[in-house]
């Protein structure tokens, strides 16, 4: 059975989604990575995990992103909503280790 012309294209657009996406997945975790080293580096100099006054630093960069996101714009609470699952996620994920 032939794809229709539609049908392969949509496949391909799948197909950058899925790569976008890879990269999303390896991206986070390299972020992970490095605010794992963060945690270490604040415990050795005595200091408290969480850091309000940086998480609220990190949303507004992602803000930002989204003010210079052009055309295909991203909404600013997408983007705030996103840097505050990330970051809170990450303050869970150092707390237990």
């Not at 032939?2 to 391909?12: I, K, W």
């Not at 050795?44 to 992103?65: C, F, G, S, T, Y």
Request: with cysteine.
């Amino acid at each position: 059975m032939e794809m229709s012309s539609g049908e392969a294209e949509l496949r391909e657009i799948r197909k950058k989604i899925d790569e976008i996406d890879d990269a999303i997945a390896d991206l986070l975790s390299k972020r992970m990575q490095c605010a794992h080293q963060a945690k270490d580096v604040k415990q050795q100099m005595n200091k408290p995990l969480a850091d309000m006054h940086r998480e609220k630093e990190v949303i507004e960069k992602w803000r930002e992103r989204a003010r210079r996101s052009g055309d295909y714009g991203l909404s600013e609470e997408m983007m705030s909503t996103i840097a505050a699952f990330v970051t809170r996620y990450t303050l869970k994920k150092e707390e237990q280790e």
